[in-house]
């Protein structure tokens, strides 16, 4: 029983073990870069990577004002340097507005067949960012438990399908989740061993990591409940007395408000120091946590208000850039706002408490999801495996705490990726359970294994999908779509995949295309389209031959699986412009038809004879379609005039 683990003894003699963690960094990469090529830009980043542009060329950062500036002006730094002139100066990006993606288009179309490639240009930021974060996870947690469990946490991120998903595109949540979890190893380093030093450097970590993404602004309250359990379990010394612990207290403190300064004073370097310290009566604020607007009425767009006039705080000027503070009201008003939310089949105006708990359960691998439990519950009944309680206190704090407090933003519910900080966390104290692969427990140690490379090969799997990631007991990717939509499965990274199937299927045509997307998809397909009928509104009245125009229609159809779920949104009408689906009934009766084939996992694409659509539309009341009013109904979508009346 004891071979295999003496086989491994001596391959680790022959590859030590950063050997192995190059080798799985290197993998690492070039899984991303072939993703990087192969996926279509997502929504988010249409207007990321032209808001980075625009901070560094103009100082202004009101584009994209509802997350921090740094990971898309670190992924637009290789476009600096090329050639080509889009204005921003004319960008007007005031309180209460959002250009963002109006301002994405116009840079799509101004940069023409060169687009996708300065896009890719600025996704390779956030391959260095994947990778750092498993260094420093490796680093953590072999400083705990050993480098075999470095090991094992690494795999864990390198080979987890949400980090591999977002570190291909602009987008600031793996960026979040390694500055979050860098800005803690270093707060962690200063508690072990309070020096000054090692408090400028925690100053500085907290810094950059509030200038990734508002959500860290938790880390205030992470901080000082990591701090206050390592204070609960100090031991002291026998020289202690009043004086040298008065002393060591007041050291504390005046360490305490050095990194407060150093945090503040890297996010007002990240905004170039623009407009900081206004004073808060200044403000023109949007959202009802800092306008102090009653509940229950929309404010967006109207004048700004400001809780503070008035009152003692009036004149109190606000340490940091006033961007930063109108980008946090700002994401406020999105969340007290609200929109429609979807979670196992069903749509609701507001989101669910377990969203997020339900998200894990499905989108992450069952080998990892088991790992992890098995870690928190050895940690929590003191496992001989464990490190120091105030040290696996320190892991467990944020992500328990980032978890609640994401969960507790209930105005709506779209992005598992909002939880991404607590991942590098989970993977840290998941390494552990690497104690358990020795000779000794060769048991519990091939179990650990095994579900290690069963997440590993179910990752891999699905490769370079991994944005529609779903484990084996949610159905995989295919059935995806029962629980969760959005980024969780759709975000628009198939586009490309679906071009591939057109060129091979030159008979698909007229097409019929529901994209879920803000950029026009003609100029990437290069295919005449059109958005398909759309159902019947029960709540409104029809003529016949404005009934013959909508519902099941003959042809060759490409869903959005968001749509095809009952998604509400904006989408290109194949004319250059955009149409509001305003129903979450509008596509779903696709649903009654088996796709032909799927482009990804989030577009499916369909072929229906006139047979096919004549049956549908009797079972929902519509009135038959001949192979005459077929064809002029098939050229009038074609030509774009089968609208919804």
Same mark, same amino acid.
């Given at each position: 029983?004891?071979?295999?683990?003496?086989?491994?003894?001596?391959?680790?003699?022959?590859?030590?073990?950063?050997?192995?963690?190059?080798?799985?960094?290197?993998?690492?990469?070039?899984?991303?870069?072939?993703?990087?090529?192969?996926?279509?830009?997502?929504?988010?980043?249409?207007?990321?990577?032209?808001?980075?542009?625009?901070?560094?060329?103009?100082?202004?950062?009101?584009?994209?004002?509802?997350?921090?500036?740094?990971?898309?002006?670190?992924?637009?730094?290789?476009?600096?340097?090329?050639?080509?002139?889009?204005?921003?100066?004319?960008?007007?990006?005031?309180?209460?507005?959002?250009?963002?993606?109006?301002?994405?288009?116009?840079?799509?179309?101004?940069?023409?067949?060169?687009?996708?490639?300065?896009?890719?240009?600025?996704?390779?930021?956030?391959?260095?960012?994947?990778?750092?974060?498993?260094?420093?996870?490796?680093?953590?947690?072999?400083?705990?438990?050993?480098?075999?469990?470095?090991?094992?946490?690494?795999?864990?991120?390198?080979?987890?399908?949400?980090?591999?998903?977002?570190?291909?595109?602009?987008?600031?949540?793996?960026?979040?989740?390694?500055?979050?979890?860098?800005?803690?190893?270093?707060?962690?380093?200063?508690?072990?061993?309070?020096?000054?030093?090692?408090?400028?450097?925690?100053?500085?970590?907290?810094?950059?990591?509030?200038?990734?993404?508002?959500?860290?602004?938790?880390?205030?309250?992470?901080?000082?409940?990591?701090?206050?359990?390592?204070?609960?379990?100090?031991?002291?010394?026998?020289?202690?007395?009043?004086?040298?612990?008065?002393?060591?207290?007041?050291?504390?403190?005046?360490?305490?408000?050095?990194?407060?300064?150093?945090?503040?004073?890297?996010?007002?370097?990240?905004?170039?120091?623009?407009?900081?310290?206004?004073?808060?009566?200044?403000?023109?604020?949007?959202?009802?946590?800092?306008?102090?607007?009653?509940?229950?009425?929309?404010?967006?767009?109207?004048? %700004?208000?400001? =809780?503070? #006039? /008035?009152?003692?705080?009036?004149? *109190?000027?606000?340490? !940091?850039?006033? @961007?930063?503070?109108?980008?946090?009201?700002?994401?406020?008003?999105?969340?007290?706002?609200?929109?429609?939310?979807?979670?196992? %089949?069903?749509? =609701?105006? #507001? /989101?669910?408490?377990?969203?997020? *708990?339900?998200?894990? !359960?499905?989108? @992450?691998?069952?080998?990892?999801?088991?790992?992890?439990?098995?870690?928190?519950?050895?940690?929590?009944?003191?496992?001989?495996?464990?490190?120091?309680?105030?040290?696996?206190?320190?892991?467990?704090?944020?992500?328990?705490?980032?978890?609640?407090?994401?969960?507790?933003?209930?105005?709506?519910?779209?992005?598992?990726?909002?939880?991404?900080?607590?991942?590098?966390?989970?993977?840290?104290?998941?390494?552990?359970?690497?104690?358990?692969?020795?000779?000794?427990?060769?048991?519990?140690?091939?179990?650990?294994?095994?579900?290690?490379?069963?997440?590993?090969?179910?990752?891999?799997?699905?490769?370079?999908?991994?944005?529609?990631?779903?484990?084996?007991?949610?159905?995989?990717?295919?059935?995806?779509?029962?629980?969760?939509?959005?980024?969780?499965?759709?975000?628009?990274?198939?586009?490309?995949?679906?071009?591939?199937?057109?060129?091979?299927?030159?008979?698909?045509?007229?097409?019929?295309?529901?994209?879920?997307?803000?950029?026009?998809?003609?100029?990437?397909?290069?295919?005449?389209?059109?958005?398909?009928?759309?159902?019947?509104?029960?709540?409104?009245?029809?003529?016949?031959?404005?009934?013959?125009?909508?519902?099941?229609?003959?042809?060759?159809?490409?869903?959005?699986?968001?749509?095809?779920?009952?998604?509400?949104?904006?989408?290109?009408?194949?004319?250059?412009?955009?149409?509001?689906?305003?129903?979450?009934?509008?596509?779903?009766?696709?649903?009654?038809?088996?796709?032909?084939?799927?482009?990804?996992?989030?577009?499916?694409?369909?072929?229906?004879?006139?047979?096919?659509?004549?049956?549908?539309?009797?079972?929902?009341?519509?009135?038959?379609?001949?192979?005459?009013?077929?064809?002029?109904?098939?050229?009038?979508?074609?030509?774009?005039?089968?609208?919804?009346?």
């Amino acid at each position: 029983m004891r071979k295999p683990f003496a086989k491994i003894a001596i391959a680790t003699r022959i590859f030590d073990r950063r050997t192995i963690l190059a080798i799985i960094s290197i993998f690492h990469v070039f899984l991303l870069i072939h993703g990087v090529g192969r996926q279509f830009l997502v929504v988010d980043e249409t207007a990321h990577v032209p808001a980075g542009l625009s901070h560094w060329k103009t100082g202004e950062f009101g584009l994209y004002r509802v997350n921090p500036p740094l990971p898309r002006m670190i992924a637009v730094v290789p476009l600096l340097f090329d050639r080509s002139r889009f204005d921003f100066d004319r960008v007007q990006a005031s309180p209460g507005t959002r250009v963002d993606f109006e301002v994405g288009r116009d840079f799509a179309k101004f940069h023409g067949d060169r687009y996708l490639s300065l896009v890719r240009k600025a996704r390779y930021a956030g391959i260095g960012w994947s990778v750092l974060g498993g260094l420093l996870i490796f680093r953590w947690s072999k400083e705990l438990y050993g480098a075999a469990a470095g090991l094992v946490s690494s795999a864990l991120w390198f080979f987890d399908p949400t980090v591999l998903a977002f570190s291909q595109h602009v987008v600031p949540d793996v960026p979040a989740a390694v500055a979050g979890l860098g800005a803690t190893y270093l707060f962690w380093k200063y508690l072990l061993n309070p020096r000054l030093d090692k408090a400028i450097f925690a100053g500085l970590g907290l810094g950059i990591a509030l200038l990734t993404k508002f959500t860290l602004v938790v880390l205030f309250l992470i901080w000082p409940m990591i701090a206050i359990v390592h204070l609960a379990g100090y031991q002291p010394k026998a020289d202690d007395n009043l004086h040298i612990l008065t002393k060591r207290a007041l050291t504390r403190i005046a360490q305490t408000v050095l990194i407060v300064i150093m945090s503040l004073y890297l996010i007002n370097l990240g905004y170039f120091f623009a407009d900081a310290f206004r004073p808060l009566g200044k403000f023109s604020f949007q959202s009802r946590l800092l306008s102090g607007r009653p509940a229950g009425i929309s404010f967006r767009h109207s004048p %700004g208000e400001n =809780r503070f #006039r /008035g009152t003692r705080l009036e004149n *109190v000027p606000f340490p !940091l850039p006033a @961007e930063f503070l109108q980008g946090i009201d700002a994401q406020r008003v999105d969340f007290e706002n609200g929109f429609p939310s979807y979670l196992d %089949g069903q749509w =609701r105006n #507001r /989101g669910w408490y377990r969203y997020y *708990v339900h998200a894990l !359960l499905v989108k @992450e691998p069952i080998g990892t999801i088991a790992l992890v439990v098995a870690s928190v519950f050895l940690a929590l009944i003191r496992d001989r495996s464990s490190a120091r309680a105030v040290d696996e206190a320190t892991l467990l704090i944020p992500a328990i705490v980032i978890l609640a407090f994401v969960s507790s933003q209930i105005g709506f519910n779209h992005h598992m990726r909002y939880i991404l900080p607590m991942f590098p966390f989970l993977a840290i104290s998941a390494g552990k359970l690497a104690r358990y692969c020795n000779a000794s427990t060769w048991a519990i140690g091939a179990v650990v294994s095994g579900l290690l490379a069963w997440s590993i090969g179910s990752t891999l799997a699905i490769a370079p999908h991994w944005m529609s990631y779903f484990n084996e007991a949610a159905g995989g990717p295919e059935r995806g779509h029962d629980h969760l939509v959005d980024s969780n499965i759709d975000w628009g990274q198939d586009l490309l995949y679906l071009k591939e199937w057109l060129i091979k299927h030159p008979e698909a045509r007229p097409l019929g295309l529901a994209f879920f997307h803000m950029l026009d998809p003609k100029p990437y397909l290069n295919v005449d389209f059109t958005i398909p009928p759309l159902a019947p509104d029960p709540a409104q009245s029809y003529t016949q031959e404005q009934l013959e125009k909508l519902g099941h229609h003959p042809g060759y159809f490409a869903i959005s699986v968001g749509y095809l779920r009952g998604i509400t949104f904006s989408a290109p009408d194949g004319e250059g412009g955009f149409r509001w689906i305003p129903r979450h009934d509008s596509f779903t009766y696709f649903q009654s038809f088996t796709p032909i084939a799927r482009a990804g996992y989030s577009i499916y694409i369909y072929h229906i004879t006139l047979d096919e659509a004549n049956a549908a539309r009797r079972k929902m009341g519509l009135p038959h379609l001949s192979q005459e009013n077929s064809r002029e109904s098939d050229e009038a979508v074609h030509n774009g005039s089968a609208r919804d009346p």
